[in-house]
T-cell receptor, first 114, second 113 residues
Framework: RKEVEQDPGPFNVPEGATVAFNCTYS??????FFWYRQDCRKEPKLLMS???SGNEDGRFTAQLNRASQYISLLIRDSKLSDSATYLC???????????????FGKGTKLSVKP | NAGVTQTPKFRILKIGQSMTLQCTQD?????MYWYRQDPGMGLKLIYY???????DKGEVPNGYNVSRSTTEDFPLRLELAAPSQTSVYFC????????????FGQGTRLTVV
């Protein structure tokens, strides 16, 4: 099982649609979880942290299920500007060679069309 | 606000050449990282540093070296460049490693021919 796995994508959705991204992680000792956004040919930027109780930031909602080792990101009322690649990121607690560092999924590409 | 600055933005190297990718941050972050991102792949950690004078290997360190003589600077050295090192390289920094945001530089696109 890969350390951080995401939906393969790409997701092509119309403006206004609701889209959900899923992510699973393999290390049950991981303590910190994030969603980063990466625009084409740009650097990743933090979108939001993911908390155990779930958290919301405007149109974005993140959920964490520790028992299933599953993270989700929901985007409501999609905008053209949401088009990007969304990276699921997990703290690599106790991973050899990545002690305590961030482990990135391959990302899911979202394309929002008019 | 400069944040994390990487130079150069683009570089073409011939096989066997060497180069240093520069990275500097002005946020007084203790933690700094080097990642590489191949097309369609996630970011892979090359080396990281938890403070000046301290560095450690990440997931894919072979063919690279780093140093951290100051809090601000974390250069990545490529010795004997190989085509497999063609990638986009990102430097990042954070205040802590586990719970805080990592800030990334704009990346260096390296092609080895």
């Amino acid at each position: 099982r890969k350390e951080v796995e995401q939906d393969p994508g790409p997701f092509n959705v119309p403006e206004g649609a609701t889209v959900a991204f899923n992510c699973t992680y393999s290390n049950s000792a991981s303590q910190s979880f994030f969603w980063y956004r990466q625009d084409c040919r740009k650097e990743p930027k933090l979108l939001m942290s993911v908390y155990s109780s779930g958290n919301e930031d405007g149109r974005f909602t993140a959920q964490l299920n520790r028992a299933s080792q599953y993270i989700s990101l929901l985007i409501r009322d999609s905008k053209l500007s949401d088009s990007a690649t969304y990276l699921c990121v997990v703290n690599g607690e106790n991973y050899g060679g990545s002690q305590g560092n961030l482990i990135f999924g391959k990302g899911t590409k979202l394309s929002v069309k008019p | 606000n400069a944040g994390v600055t990487q130079t150069p933005k683009f570089r073409i190297l011939k096989i066997g050449q060497s180069m240093t990718l520069q990275c500097t941050q002005d946020m007084n972050h203790n933690y700094m990282y080097w990642y590489r991102q191949d097309p369609g792949m996630g970011l892979k950690l090359i080396y990281y540093s938890v403070g000046a004078g301290i560095t450690d290997k990440g997931e894919v360190p072979n063919g690279y070296n780093v140093s951290r003589s100051t809090t601000e600077d974390f250069p990545l050295r490529l010795e004997l460049a190989a085509p497999s090192q063609t990638s986009v390289y990102f430097c990042a920094s954070s205040y802590q490693t586990r719970t805080t945001e990592a800030f990334f530089g704009q990346g260096t696109r390296l092609t080895v021919v």
